[in-house]
């Protein structure tokens, strides 16, 4: 049994009337301990699928099983980092962090909860920015305490959105790894971190390609992209990533 | 800052004008009471020496001397026309010395009509703003009933406040809860309507950030949506507290038995226009010195933003 699957997901959304179909008979599973990126051209539903996941919204069709559950709306069994707007704003990074922590663990005290924030967020390597507010730290700050955040709360299965994350995830090899379902545009970015990646489509959103990445791990960028095999295995995801956009536009004067 | 910059300045220059003037012959029968103003220029003039001396930005430290300018040149040319050449009514316009004298005076007197005035506005304000943001965040959590009170609010918040006061003398005891009534009125509506419309357009993706951490109501409510709302809600504060004051001196001038509005009313009445002119010096300070206070709440509470 995988950790995750997802059985022929359809969403459907209605708006001003019309109603157009955002994810058709979307299919994969996602085994224990599996890093699997999905990557796509904006508007092939990577955000809906996303938002499924988190059980923030419900599919029109289809389910999304948990290790053989199927997810009934939000819950603490699944970390998320957004990519926008996750932090609180009116909360200083550890009281984020905190607040998290008192989601899922009611009985620490409050001292204990700012405590364990202080230790994650030097995980992150933000101990000198605790104190501040999320609009006084970079993108790159904010996303680290959202990681911090979720990596806090000790969850199981995380959906994130961060480079940085591959070496907190691959770690030293000793502990097991998470589950991760990680949403980009960025090709380099997911052929790095990932053991799977599904590529997807547009209008409607759909599984166009399931690719498994063939590169040892540990992984090391510098070191990992001067190599011919990633290249090649490179212009090969990118001549699918735009033969599907082509064939969508049906010519071949199209400037890319 | 330099030396030059921090002392050289045209307002040492006018408290010296300020005080030679006072050594000009009195035009004005009785006394003008010379030294009130002499004693208020020399300690206005000590705060701003020490001001001077410890201020840091160049910018705040010329504000500050600019007004402290504006109120010798005003001291300077009440008293010229007053006391020393006579050129107005002097039973309309007493000198500046005589004002400062009827202040001290009066101490007593005007700092029981300044706990009867604030008191009532707190009373009116603190109560309508709480009720009004409990309200606000129950309402505006449900998009069916934050619509139908927006505009029910929007109604009610549209008759002028003032227009209850006949009304609220026929519906209760005293004349102290008219005004605490009537400032209710006056905060509750824009604060209800700040409040929902602050609710009501939270940012989707702040919920769900909360969603997926999977907080209570309870918590959902207090520890997400009012912060995020809180901007709004200050909007609908700021409102009411401007409106509060107006109607409460006006309602006391209409028939109260205490506070500032009534001083003045009172005393206009008697025809002693230099305790109506304290007066309104007094009820400046006093607005002045509340809405300092309840910018730094609002400045501290808003930290977060920039």
Redesign the interface.
């Known amino acids: 049994m995988s950790k995750i699957e997802i059985n022929n997901l359809t969403v459907d959304y209605t708006e001003k009337k019309n109603r157009f179909t955002a994810l058709k008979n979307v299919s994969f599973s996602i085994e224990d301990g599996e890093f699997v990126s999905v990557i796509g051209s904006s508007g092939c539903g990577k955000s809906t699928l996303l938002?499924i996941l988190?059980?923030?919204n419900t599919p029109t069709a289809g389910e999304i099983l948990i290790n053989g559950e199927p997810i009934r709306g939000?819950?603490?069994d699944?970390g998320?980092v957004?990519q926008?707007?996750?932090?609180?704003?009116?909360?200083t990074a550890r009281k984020n962090v905190a607040?998290?922590i008192k989601?899922?663990n009611k009985d620490a005290s409050r001292t204990e909860r700012l405590k364990i924030a202080d230790e994650f967020l030097e995980k992150v390597g933000l101990e000198g920015f605790k104190n501040k507010?999320?609009?006084q730290l970079s993108g790159g700050m904010q996303q680290r305490v959202a990681i911090a955040r979720a990596l806090a709360?000790d969850t199981d299965i995380r959906t994130i959105l961060q480079e940085l994350l591959l070496e907190l995830w691959e770690g030293d090899g000793t502990s097991a790894r998470k589950t991760v379902v990680f949403v980009t545009h960025d090709i380099d970015e997911a052929i790095l971190l990932s053991d799977k990646i599904v590529m997807m489509t547009a209008n409607p959103g759909q599984v166009y390609s399931e690719i498994k990445v063939p590169f040892d791990r540990p992984r090391n960028r510098a070191e990992l992209v001067q190599t011919q095999e990633y290249n090649q295995f490179r212009n090969k995801l990118l001549a699918m990533f735009y033969s599907d956009i082509v064939s969508k536009i049906g010519g071949d004067e199209v400037v890319l | 800052m330099t030396f030059k910059k921090r002392y050289l300045r045209l307002v040492h220059l006018l408290f010296i004008v300020l005080l030679l003037i006072q050594l000009l012959p009195d035009k004005l029968s009785g006394d003008t009471y010379a030294q009130y103003v002499v004693w208020f220029a020399v300690g206005v003039e000590i705060l701003t020496l020490i001001v001077s001396s410890f201020i840091k930005k160049p910018i705040g430290l010329t504000l500050f001397v600019d007004i402290v300018s504006f109120i010798y040149g005003l001291l300077i040319a009440w008293t010229l026309a007053t006391a020393k050449f006579n050129l107005l009514k002097p039973a309309l316009f007493p000198p500046p010395g005589r004002v400062f004298w009827q202040l001290i005076g009066d101490y007593e007197k005007i700092i029981t009509n300044i706990f009867s005035s604030v008191g009532i506005i707190l009373q009116g304000y603190l109560l309508a703003a709480a009720a009004a943001i409990i309200l606000g965040l129950l309402l505006g959590s449900s998009e069916r009933l934050g619509n139908v009170a927006t505009y029910i609010s929007k109604f009610l918040g549209a008759i002028p406040p003032i227009v209850y006061i006949p009304y609220g003398i026929a519906l209760l005891p005293t004349f102290r809860s008219v005004s605490v009534f009537v400032i209710f009125l006056a905060t509750f509506w824009p604060v209800l309507a700040g409040t929902m419309s602050g609710v009501m357009n939270v940012?989707k993706?702040?919920i769900?950030?909360?969603?997926?951490?999977?907080?209570g109501k309870i918590?959902m409510l207090f520890?997400?949506i009012l912060?995020?709302s809180?901007q709004q809600i200050f909007i609908g504060c700021n409102q009411g507290l401007t409106v509060s004051f107006v109607l409460l001196t006006s309602a006391e001038m209409i028939g109260a038995q205490s506070g500032l509005g009534y001083y003045i009313k009172n005393y206009s009445d008697l025809g002693d226009y230099t305790r109506t002119l304290v007066g309104l010096i007094v009820i400046g300070i006093v607005i002045v010195v509340i809405s300092f206070v309840f910018n730094k709440i609002q400045k501290y509470l808003l930290?977060?933003?920039?």
């Open positions: 938002s988190e059980g923030i939000t819950g603490t699944r998320v957004f926008h707007y996750s932090l609180f704003p009116w909360m607040f998290g989601q899922v507010y999320p609009s709360m | 940012d993706k702040t769900d950030s909360a969603k997926v951490l999977n907080v918590t520890s997400v912060p995020a809180l930290r977060w933003k920039h």
